[in-house]
């Protein structure tokens, strides 16, 4: 296994060291590469009979039987803690061959360097297509996750849910729009939609990472990645992009990543798409939502049951009237971790949080077509409103990635509460910080159930998904 590991990293690096030194070569003579195009590695396994007495681990793994598995792969010193853990796995309940070559996939060449740090002539710039492999769109989608892949009966099933193309794809865009690196990226994820969850971040960050701390590095946009927290200094002039992501970076990737998506279900799916890729061990929305019930408060919590998808963005691959189940595992660590925060429990608890449906709407004005909306909200019993929730969800679901919801009411604009500056100012003092640490003391209680192997649950694994999780 490690062996294999070591090769396909080698084969890949050795590609794109070819790649820059065509193309230094093309930037400065004109003349393109002779010879066959760098191609992504190849993982093929050959997964024989089970041990006798082999153990299960459920979520992890899944084997459909003896066979020819195989991947592309890219970025192989990113994902090389995940392949060690998945193939180790696999290795535990089955005989294992490995086979580690070249495949027919090349590398699009600004998948590999950016071509904008040569200077180039509009002309040789024009045609660069014409010596080099561009990325290939029509092999670039989620067909095999969303189980609509039919595979050819000489072909090795699937190895893994995302093949080098469409990984390589999804690392451009996360560096696009969160501003940092995708080997940055931590295995537990924390979506909001508001600066100040930010701000409370980058606060904790600073209080934790140190010598002697289980957080070896804080990531943020224009930052780099800083070992003390007396290190941090935001640059004035520095612009921050779209959904810009910061990272309490630990060993083996067991951190935490916060990203601030901003507001609407059009974010939520654009960076779930591409953080998909990374494999995380949970995803979990922490934000806002408009309360729809006489009997809360501002500044209550709202811990998502169920999802009511108004938010129309993902029909297209994942019908709305597929359910999508709540991970048991994600709920009870909220559940325990809002009791040890707020030291609640019993009824004392039932007064500030409330478990139910979450209705996630594309309209951010919904409540001036009440009248048109109240019959849905009353069918669904929906307890909360908001912009992003039930899209998270939706593309957990999808990439078969755990993933929770824990809201908190700003507004009941049902009951003539809107969110004005006044009260906002109020609400956001007393309320954000205590949420954030809800948010990360779940993180830990499931890190502890990552490490274990009872974090991934089965019921997100389609009837035949490919072997990594």
Known sequence: MDEAIRELGRIYHSAVDDLNTDFETYATT????????????????????????????????????????????????????????QLSRIEVVNEVEYYVGPSDTPIPLVFAIDPSAFELSAERSAAIGQHFPLPDLTHINDDLADGVVERASDEPYPLALFPALRTDYSLQRLRHYTGTAPGCFQQFVIFTN??????????????????????????????????????????????????????????????????????????????????????????????????????????????????????????DVLPSDIPLPTIAEVQIALTDAIGDVMELSGQEMKRHVRTGTVVTTDDRNWEMRYAALRPRLNQSRAIAIDMESATIAANGYRFRVPYG???????????????????????????????????????????NGAETGTLHSRKLRSLDDPVFR
């Not at 067991?254 to 901003?262: A, E, S």
């Not at 059009?266 to 995380?280: E, F, G, M, W, Y």
């Not at 004005?420 to 809800?438: C, D, E, M, W």
């Open 30 to 85: 004109g003349k393109g590469p002779v010879g066959p195009k760098p191609t992504y590695p190849y993982l093929l396994l050959r997964i024989g009979q089970r041990h006798a007495g082999e153990t299960k681990f459920s979520g992890f793994v899944s084997i459909r039987g003896p066979g020819w598995y195989g991947t592309t792969i890219t970025s192989p010193d990113i994902f090389e803690g995940y392949l060690l853990d």
């Open 194 to 315: 508001y600066q100040r969850y930010v701000d409370e971040f980058v606060e904790h960050a600073r209080e934790v990472v140190g010598e002697g701390s289980e957080f070896t590095g804080f990531c943020a946009p224009g930052q780099g990645v800083i070992t003390n927290g007396a290190d941090y200094a935001e640059d004035p002039n520095y612009k921050l992009p779209q959904m810009p992501a910061y990272h309490l970076m630990a060993e083996d990737g067991m951190g935490i990543t916060l990203i601030n998506i901003g507001v609407g279900p059009s974010n939520a799916k654009t960076i779930t798409d591409h953080v998909a890729v990374l494999r995380s061990h949970c995803w979990l929305m922490l934000g806002h939502c408009g309360g729809l019930r006489s009997s809360q408060i501002l500044g209550d919590f709202v811990l998502a049951h169920a999802y009511l998808r108004d938010d129309q963005v993902l029909d």
């Open 405 to 447: 919801t824990l809201l908190c009411v700003s507004d009941r604009p049902l009951h003539g509460e809107i969110k004005l500056p006044g009260t906002a100012a109020v609400f956001y003092r007393s309320r954000v910080a205590q949420h954030l640490n809800i948010g990360l003391e779940a993180m830990r209680i499931m890190k």
